[in-house]
Each structure stands twice: as structure tokens, then as C-alpha cells.
């Protein structure tokens, strides 16, 4: 018995296919899990791990890490839905068809600069969304209340700034947000 939702199809009795689904922290668990409990009782359900989340590769979750630890490099893959993704920032990264517009978001900068530094290169608007926009409304001088911003990448912030500038790459900041006030 697993507490995690499953869903599995069956021929003559034998499991096909496990979906396990919703594996960040529950209510009640630990928020990191020890690899010997919850990653490993993960392992142990199937002979292959299969990882097609995304959106979640860069987490550093238990499903994420750790379980994939568990499994011999010939019992672990990236599903289809990743391959795709892979394959089409493979694509924009060399070749992307102009006009070329990103749309970013996330709350640490410090994370998203090499990224954005790539796209000045490739994107002629790049769209800002909070949380990412406070820090660069800090370093334009600008309000952003008490919202929180990433004071370790405002170096990084003003030079893509400048670069932006600089190569007439459009940086879209909302003129429609709403920052805290306490």
C-alpha cells in the first residue's frame, strides 16, 4: 500500500504501467523526506523510472533526485512529453523564427540571469512577470514595495539592463501589478 496516488494498468495480474502523480511534499510529510524512506519506497515499486514532469526537472525533490538514484542508468529515462520540450528549447536556442518573444517568470533572479543573458541574443521582447519583475523595478529605481526581490542578483539585473538596451531587445516590465505593502 501506497498513500500516493497511483494509477496502474494491469494485464493477466502484472503491472504495465505505474503513474504516480503529485509526489512534492504532502500534508503532514517532512518537506525533504529521507532517501532511505520515501525515495526508495518510490524505487521499489518498479524496475524503470521514467521522468516526463518538465516543468519539475530543475526541483530538487525526492521524486526528482533522489528516486532516479535508485535505478541503474538502463532502468532510467525522460518521457516523451520531456523529449519534446528538450527538442523545442533545442530548437529556439539555435534557430528560433523571428519575430522571437520569451515570456519569464520565478522568484529567484539569480537563477533565471544566464537564461535571460541567452535569450538577449535570440529574442528581440522579452515579457517580465512577477516575481521575477520587482528586483528589476529596485535596480530602475522604481516602486515595488515590500514585494520581495533577489538583492544577490541586482548586479546581474543591471547588466542585462544594459545589454538589453544596448542590442534593442524590448525588456516588457506589467505596468498593472500589485506589489506588498507589508
Known sequence: YLPYPVLAGFINGAALLILLSALRP?????????LEGFAAELAAIAPYYVNDAFALA?????????VPKLFAPSHRFIGPLMIKELA?????KKNPQQP???????????TKL????????????????????????????KPYG???????AEPG????????????????????YYSAMN
Open 26 to 34: 504532502m500534508i503532514g510529510m517532512p518537506a525533504r523526506p529521507s
Open 146 to 152: 515590500k514585494s520581495l526581490i533577489d538583492p544577490e
Open 88 to 92: 523545442t528549447l533545442d530548437r529556439l
Open 58 to 66: 530543475h526541483r530538487n525533490d525526492n521524486s526528482i533526485t533522489d
Open 114 to 141: 544566464p537564461l535571460i543573458n541567452g535569450l538577449l541574443d535570440k529574442a528581440h521582447t522579452i515579457f517580465l512577470c512577477p516575481a521575477l519583475v520587482f528586483t528589476f523595478l529596485k535596480v530602475l529605481q
Open 157 to 176: 539585473v543591471a547588466q542585462v539592463i544594459t545589454r538589453a538596451h544596448d542590442q534593442k531587445t524590448e525588456l516588457v516590465i506589467p505596468q498593472d
Open 100 to 110: 522571437f518573444m520569451a515570456l519569464l517568470g520565478g522568484g529567484k533572479v539569480v
